[in-house]
């Protein structure tokens, strides 16, 4: 079922937002930019540390609604701070960043929460609340944006039976593997039907098998119309789970292999 | 469905962070103190009150040699055309005689060169013994007649004086167990952010509103202050009990009760102020916020 409606008005500009169920049951909103208006825009982009580092130089690159990015590169190359920048963890130093359809450069605070509210956010250590229990941990982002307890159990349960969980909706985090820990920071990230979900090496952790698990997952969420941006070390994930691939080196673009 | 003995708490907004010991050390902490400021204004209380109640009743006394009886009558109208004086009463050296034997239980005295030693004594009632010149103005005239003013007497009727010196200084030792009491629960609070970092850091990265994270923080410490405020005034109680019957012997009443909303509502705002200083600069790395 589609239903498509006009949020131009809201934004400002040529947009429009498109509500899916998919075949998970999930109602995911995803927003449609006009043909010249991807849904991140990076132009000589520059990112630099007041303590002086150059992290990201001269970086231009377009990101369309619905892609799977993976962004590849040596350690130190630029991934993570991309990725930051992405949520407004970091402002640009120079250059143009425009995601979901905000200047990341000059955006208010209350511009960059809204962001970060259509944005789901995986890292390699999953951030995960070790003093709460797997409800709480998953329920947060949408607790964030004032749902209530009782509206919020279903919707977690929910997400929780799509990664496999949902028996462990009551447990704590350190009575999970790994492989599951991730799964649980998965469903947090898609707790509240992010546009965009970042992830930084969610597969860093894991071994192949459950690394393959994990990618599955945003493979998944990638198909029902997610643009899922990924930082990895794991280029064998890339012959199972094709996707565009973004190299970067020394804070640079060293190539854009749009199929791998 | 939630099971049974599964209490989600969910962060942020109005949900109070979990009760651990460093609140209930701060809440013990800052109950003495609050509870020695509650001490403090009972005393002021007391003092007042006692004060006050032989103070409303307060003569000065004026005495003037016998032998220049023909100056007492001018001293007399103009210790009466002083404003804040209501009456003057002239007491004879007879009745200063009868009343020094009686005073004296049978002293010996022979009654008759008692008489002759004893000056006359005007006895003034005020009406206003806080007037900033009466005093000055009775003294004045005193020395203008050659007669002398009871200096101790003056002295008591100004205690009022002293009260108001020593209420300021009350004021000024709450002030600073106030401060003392908000750092101390800014403190407590500070550690327990440094304790939940990591999910204030979560929250802001998940786009929480500032006033979402740091809402539990300065209810806690509102709670905190008014909580030990209501302990504080429970535990005035045993003193009021303890001294209350030495205290009636002094036409004291003391009541406890006149310090409960300043306890409670004074800890609230303290609490609050302490909360307020913990969450100033709750700073989240990787944040821009």
Redesign the interface.
């Known amino acids: 079922m589609l239903m498509y409606c006009l949020s131009a008005a809201s934004v400002g500009i040529q947009s429009f937002c498109l509500h899916v169920v998919t075949f998970t049951g999930f109602e995911v909103t995803v927003f449609r930019m006009s043909s010249e208006q991807p849904l991140i825009h990076m132009q000589r982009l520059m990112l630099r540390y007041p303590t002086g580092k150059t992290a990201l130089s001269g970086l231009t690159l377009d990101i369309e609604q619905g892609q799977f990015v993976y962004l590849v590169g040596e350690s130190g190359a630029g991934k993570s701070s991309l990725l930051k920048m992405l949520y407004g963890g970091v402002r640009p130093s120079s250059g143009l960043l425009v995601t979901q359809q905000i200047d990341m450069r000059d955006a208010s605070e209350s511009r960059i929460r809204d962001i970060r509210r259509r944005t789901g956010i995986i890292f390699q250590d999953h951030k995960l609340l070790f003093s709460r229990c797997v409800f709480e941990n998953v329920a947060l982002p949408l607790r964030v944006q004032g749902w209530k307890t009782e509206r919020l159990i279903p919707r977690v349960r929910k997400v929780l039976q799509y990664v496999g969980l949902e028996d462990r909706l009551w447990s704590y985090p350190e009575a999970l593997s790994g492989g599951e820990q991730q799964r649980v920071a998965i469903a947090r990230a898609m707790t509240a039907n992010p546009a965009v979900i970042l992830a930084d090496e969610p597969t860093g952790n894991l071994d192949v098998e459950t690394a393959r698990s994990v990618l599955d997952y945003l493979m998944d969420l990638n198909k029902q119309g997610t643009t899922v941006i990924m930082a990895t070390h794991d280029l064998h994930l890339l012959k199972s789970h094709p996707g565009r691939v973004v190299q970067l080196h020394a804070g640079s673009l060293a190539g854009d292999y749009s199929e791998y | ?3 049974d003995k ?1 209490n ?6 109005f949900n109070l962070p979990p009760f651990g010991v460093h609140q209930i050390l701060a809440l013990i902490i800052v109950c003495i103190s609050l509870w020695a400021v509650g001490t403090l204004w009972l005393g002021m209380q007391a003092a007042s009150q006692w004060v006050g109640s032989w103070q409303d009743d307060i003569h000065i006394h004026v005495y003037i040699d016998g032998e220049k009886s023909d100056i007492t009558k001018s001293l007399e109208q103009e210790l009466a055309s002083i404003a804040q004086v209501s009456s003057v009463r002239r007491i004879s050296q007879e009745e200063a005689a009868r009343w020094m034997q009686e005073w004296l239980t049978g002293g010996g005295l022979e009654q008759h060169e008692l008489v002759k030693r004893l000056p006359v004594t005007f006895e003034l009632s005020l009406t206003d013994e806080k007037s900033e010149f009466l005093f000055a103005d009775i003294r004045d005239t005193a020395r203008r007649f050659g007669a002398q003013i009871n200096e101790d007497e003056v002295n008591l009727a100004q205690v009022h004086d002293l009260l108001s010196q020593v209420s300021y200084l009350a004021w000024f030792a709450s002030l600073i167990l106030a401060i003392a009491m908000a750092l101390i629960i800014s403190n407590t609070l500070r550690m327990t952010l440094l304790a939940r970092a ?2 204030i850091h ?8 500032e006033w ?1 994270v740091r809402t539990p923080f300065i209810l806690e410490g509102m709670l905190l202050g008014a909580g030990a405020g209501v302990l504080a005034w429970l535990l005035l109680w045993p003193v009021v009990l303890g001294v209350g019957g030495w205290m009636a012997t002094m036409q004291v009443d003391l009541n406890a009760w006149v310090l409960l909303l300043p306890l409670l509502f004074g800890g609230g705002i303290v609490g609050t102020l302490g909360a307020v200083i913990a969450t100033a600069r709750v700073v989240s790395r ?4």
Do not use: N, Q
């Open positions: 469905m939630i099971p599964i989600p708490r969910l962060p942020g907004g990591d999910e979560l929250m802001r990265l998940l786009g929480a509103k979402f990787e944040t821009s916020v």
